[in-house]
């Protein structure tokens, strides 16, 4: 089966840092992403993992263990905007065939002043 | 540039009626993806487009859900005889075709059709 596993909610303080976990059993892998989503909007891409390792991009670093089947993002210095839901997902096909993805329930973050 | 655009924004219709839900994807994206998401619910795969392959249809939830894309480009999905249950936000995605394993090659996702059944 297809299993995308995240924490439902996550509260943190502006400034500080957060660490949203995700872990997966799937019948296929061919990347993991991660996207945010405000409320009411569309999600928009953050960042991609196809290779185990750290991948870092500003206040955002996303890191992948294939044989675990377990990601993080990690989010620095904190905003008050950085407050949306964000998912874990994962490719399914081949890359060479386009490849959907399968999604946790995301991980609604709040930040507090 | 324009991004994915889809429409109506909102749709509030009868049970029992049909709809129809439109996608005009990024131009030049040959990829086109159907996702529905339910309340409390993660984003769920309906359907798959890529170039003049057949499409991937296995995550539509019964024979009331259909989907085509003409000329490559604009898709429309239907609901036939809706359901309260059919009741949520559906997404259209596009992308290119990644090339390697390692090209990111992600997703752009539009605002959605928020779909209530009466």
């Known amino acids: 089966g297809q299993n995308i596993d995240q924490p439902t909610e996550m509260t943190a303080t502006e400034g500080a840092i957060v660490q949203i976990n995700c872990t997966y059993q799937t019948s296929g892998f061919n990347g993991l992403f991660w996207y945010q989503q405000h409320a009411g909007e569309a999600p928009t891409f953050l960042s991609y993992?196809?290779?185990?390792g750290l991948e870092e991009k500003g206040r955002f670093s996303s890191f992948l263990s294939r044989s675990k089947g377990y990601s993080y993002l990690l989010l620095k210095e904190l905003q008050m905007k950085d407050s949306a839901s964000y998912l874990c997902a994962v490719r399914d096909y081949p890359h060479n065939q386009g490849g959907k993805l399968i999604f946790g329930q995301g991980t609604e973050l709040s930040v507090k002043p | 540039g324009a991004g994915v655009s889809q429409s109506p924004s909102n749709k509030v219709t009868e049970k029992g009626k049909d709809v129809e839900l439109r996608c005009d994807p990024i131009s030049g994206h040959t990829a086109l993806y159907w996702y529905r998401q339910s309340l409390g619910q993660g984003l769920e795969f309906l359907i798959y487009f890529q170039g003049n392959s057949a499409p991937d249809k296995s995550g539509l939830p019964s024979d009331r859900f259909s989907a085509e894309r003409t000329g490559g480009s604009v898709s429309t999905l239907t609901i036939q005889r809706t359901q309260q249950e059919d009741s949520a936000v559906y997404l259209c995605a596009s992308s290119l075709v990644p090339r390697r394993a390692s090209s990111t090659n992600e997703q752009f996702f539009g605002p959605g059709t928020r779909l209530t059944v009466l």
């Open positions: 993992n196809v290779l185990d």
